[in-house]
């Protein structure tokens, strides 16, 4: 019989050790995943099925000319050639989400901080196009953007640095890093990274996505093995794909899968020859940016070292945002960094700028500076964005002889906890840890999730809401960011309006979440 003991890790986290099995439990506190109830589920499938009926019934009324056809489509001298537009996500764009995209693109006209002012636009074709009426919409609070530790900003004494670096080296370097554009300052991010993450070696690189799209193809090829998170971003899935290797997906923060299809992997070898895989690569998110849940890190890092397989880590949402002092998943869970064979992750988020990088041993890094198409092809990172990287990030490690950056990090947890408290005291369905600043709401019902957003922005509170395809077609969601930046009136502002739409509005939220309110 199996016995277990308790091993301390820290404040929020404990781990469970199965003797016999060699394989750490973690245990993150707080992530629930809670199913909705079947009277919801099925009325979501029955909206998307009325929206879908009201969709062909259009389709046929544009086809015999009774109502105009935006859309772009064959010209009639190409109706014998294979039609290029006539497909499901054509359909899906036409008939549903073009009723409902004024949620999304909205412009804004100011500093994108906690708060913001959005140009006020209007359509008078049913958001086929819009018009600016030349008003703004000001003071919006701002709970969609990934500003986590509000270094969005524009304060003058700040941003001193950054400013003296673009009168020295200008905004543009013009060139790739291996031939003219290696400036002292790309060399000084990158060792900074590496003291950051305390790790060997790190490379930086222009653009977040193409980190990942780009440089796992020099990592991984044919006769490689993929073993990705279902819930894996983008950018990591498209750079599985280009590599050429075989991708296998298993559950989301499910160790059993994982375990199980390692185990199959190392048995059975590859297809048809059953020759050992080269490489087998784990790729994992820190934080799950449409969930808000933690990586199993622990877990995952016992399975990897079990069977002898590479980890790949996407820390973009994670780095800055958690742990004591801002270092990403490894620092909240306690373990070494250096058990991470690949640390990636974005300046995009927590330091208020662009691009990404890869860190790790020497070797490693050296390898992609030679064979990443990122590294060989892309312009390198402008000059004014390295600035902003490392004042961000010698800001969060205390280097600018201050507690600004320690502040910034206790501060966006706090908010986190607060907000995450008190939405689970309103009752709303939550999913992710209790440590992620990512909050996803579950609102389920299309029209619903369009009516949230808009009466969200009639009340000047700005969030990103997201349906299917993004998400599982019964779990459409509102998603809320939080930021350092935001302080506690601006908090209680939304769970005040949270409060009233609770308790007056119900009869017409149930109005708007019926299909026909998309048309």
């Known amino acids: 019989m199996l016995t277990t003991s308790l091993v301390f890790l820290s404040a929020q986290h404990i781990s469970v050790w199965e003797n016999g099995t060699g394989v750490a439990n973690s245990l993150p506190r707080h992530e629930p ?4 109830p079947m009277y919801v589920a099925v009325m979501t499938y029955l909206g998307y099925g009325l929206v879908t009926l009201f969709g062909y019934f259009r389709d046929f009324l544009r086809a015999v000319g009774l109502e105009k056809c935006h859309v772009a489509q064959e010209r009639s001298e190409q109706k014998d050639f294979v039609p290029l537009y006539q497909d499901f996500e054509n359909f899906y764009n036409r008939n549903l989400y073009m009723r409902v995209r004024d949620n999304w693109n909205r412009p804004i006209c100011s500093l994108p901080g906690p708060v913001f002012d959005l140009m006020e636009r ?10 600016f009426t030349g008003r703004t919409i000001p003071n919006v609070i701002n709970v969609g953007s990934y500003n986590y530790l509000g270094f969005a900003e524009n304060n003058v004494d700040f941003l001193k640095t950054v400013a003296e670096k673009t009168q020295e080296y200008g905004v543009g370097v013009c060139s790739t890093r291996q031939e003219i554009a290696n400036l002292s300052l790309h060399q000084e991010l990158e060792q900074l990274v590496a003291n950051f993450l305390g790790l060997e070696s790190s490379m930086a690189f222009g653009m977040g996505f193409a980190t990942n799209s780009m440089n796992i193809p020099a990592l991984v090829g044919k006769g490689c093995l993929i073993l990705s998170d279902e819930l894996n971003h983008t950018s990591l899935i498209l750079g599985a794909r280009l590599s050429g290797a075989t991708i296998r997906v ?5 160790m059993h899968s994982l375990e199980k299809m390692l185990r199959e992997a190392i048995c059975s070898g590859q297809p048809r020859t059953h020759r050992p895989w080269k490489k087998i690569l784990i790729m994992v998110e820190g934080i799950y940016s449409m969930e808000g ?8 890092l016992a399975l990897k070292k079990k069977y002898k397989a590479y980890l790949y880590l996407d820390e973009a949402h994670s780095i800055g945002a958690v742990g004591p002092t801002g270092r990403g998943v490894t620092e909240l869970f306690n373990v070494n960094a250096a058990d991470v064979d690949i640390m990636m992750g974005t300046f995009t988020k927590s ?46 490690m205390g280097q600018d002889g201050g507690d600004e950056g320690i502040r910034r990090v206790r501060q966006l947890a706090e908010n986190t906890r607060y907000f995450r408290a008190r939405l689970k005291e309103m009752g709303f369905i939550i999913y992710g840890n209790d440590d992620s600043p990512v909050v996803p709401i579950l609102l389920y019902m299309p029209a619903k999730v369009v009516a ?7 009340r000047k509170i700005g969030v990103v809401v997201v349906g299917f395809p993004a998400t599982p077609i019964t779990e459409a969601r509102a998603r809320f960011c939080l930021s350092a930046a935001h302080t506690r009136p601006m908090l209680d502002q939304i769970f005040f309006l949270f409060y009233v739409q609770k308790r007056f509005i119900p009869l017409a939220c149930f109005y708007l979440a019926s299909p026909t309110y998309l048309y």
């Open 452 to 458: 949230f957003a808009r009466e969200m922005l009639r």
């Open 122 to 131: 209007i359509s008078d074709d049913y958001n086929w196009t819009f018009r």
């Open 293 to 300: 849940s933690v990586v199993r890190l622990p877990e995952i």
């Open 33 to 36: 995943f809670e199913q909705a």
């Open 250 to 254: 298993f559950k989301h923060n499910n």
């Open 351 to 396: 330091f208020g700028a662009c691009g990404g990088y890869i860190a790790g041993k020497k070797v490693l890094v050296d390898y992609i500076r030679r064979h990443s198409h990122s590294a060989i092809y892309a312009t390198a990172m402008s000059p004014p964005v390295t600035e902003q990287v490392i004042r961000a990030m010698k800001c969060i």
